[in-house]
């Protein structure tokens, strides 16, 4: 695969921090009148959102992914923040009239999270195609968390234009309805989520795991503290976590899991290897508040993985200069 396309949200991500626990707050009785405030500890503003940050991690790597998306005129700080990493910009698309989509998230003191998030310029996705947006005919195309017709659109480009496709609806599956799900499944390459929007996207789409391993080529899952598990070839990869003894924030954990996979993927690494340079990538964005805080260069990056996990001379390959000038 040389020539990735990363579509999703870019925006800006307001964390906040909440000393207590979001369980001991809420009345089981009383859930059908929610009316909750929670007092926070500290609130800072970080680039983000779901194609942005898996750009993001990709460039850090030394790759060079194109990151398709729709955003607001408050861009150009931004768009020299992903330049700086390697990341393509040519493809996001400014809508001078409307302000980059935002993402509010309140983290408790066990790492649950309660969100919102607004759209902004992220909603003018939908008027945009692969086949009008790029001068290239991709690879393969990431489609993650975005405008949901936008999503679906996309889904139905790649199918008709025979381009493979990793489909991650991760914080969309609540907009996204049971038979749009399913589409996007079984035309598929790859399907990624954690372990919570796994049963969610159970419940609606009516799929077992064996159905949806009758479609996609590979089903990779995140489960917190425990790891990751893939299931790829018709095999199945237990994949631990990094260990790491500074947790700071879980916003963009998985993003920056995808993007290690996307990494192995590109070079063709076996699977253990794979999900292990995931487990890394994720350990560096937990590591941090802020989804596009934590910075490595390829180097450092392959040493710390080799202090836990054998690479079997797999991650060399970061170590020589690939990346294409824009």
């Known amino acids: 695969m040389k020539e990735i396309v990363i579509t999703g949200s870019v925006a800006y991500d307001y964390l906040m921090r909440f000393p207590g626990l979001f369980r001991e707050q809420l009345l089981l009785d009383k859930l059908d009148r929610i009316s909750l405030s929670f007092l926070v500890d500290d609130m800072a503003r970080h680039w983000g959102g779901a194609g942005a940050n898996i750009a993001y991690n990709m460039g850090l790597l030394g790759m060079r992914p194109r990151l ?37 998230a309140n983290t408790d003191a066990e790492n649950n999270q309660i969100a919102s998030f607004y759209s902004g ?87 077992s795991q064996e159905d949806v391993l009758r479609y996609v080529k590979v089903l990779a899952r995140t489960l917190g503290k425990h790891g990751a598990e893939i299931f790829a070839d018709g ?9 790491t003894d500074n947790v700071a924030d879980p916003t963009g954990v998985g993003d920056a899991f995808r993007a290690g996979l996307l990494c192995g993927m590109q070079h063709g690494w076996d699977w253990d290897i794979t999900g292990r340079v995931g487990a890394l990538c994720a350990a560096y964005a937990i590591e941090q508040t802020g989804t596009q805080t934590h910075r490595y260069t390829p180097a450092e990056f392959v040493a710390r993985f080799r202090q836990v996990f054998d690479d079997r001379g797999a991650l060399q390959a970061l170590l020589i200069p690939t990346r294409h000038s824009s």
């Open 68 to 104: 398709m998306a729709t955003v607001g005129r408050d861009f150009s700080d931004y768009r020299a923040w992903l330049e700086s990493v390697g990341v393509d910009t040519r493809a996001v698309i400014v809508i001078d009239h409307v302000f980059t989509a935002s993402f509010f």
């Open 121 to 207: 310029a992220m909603a003018y996705a939908r008027h945009y195609s692969l086949t009008n947006t790029l001068d290239v005919q991709p690879d393969y195309v990431v489609i993650s968390p975005n405008d949901p017709q936008a999503m679906s659109q996309l889904v139905e480009e790649c199918i008709e234009r025979g381009i493979p496709y990793m489909y991650d609806p991760s914080q969309q599956l609540p907009r996204l309805d049971g038979e749009t799900l399913r589409r996007g499944i079984q035309g598929a390459h790859a399907l990624t989520v954690n372990e919570y929007e796994w049963n969610l996207l159970s419940r609606k789409t009516g799929m």
């Open 235 to 243: 095999q199945y990869y237990r994949i631990p976590i990094f260990p």
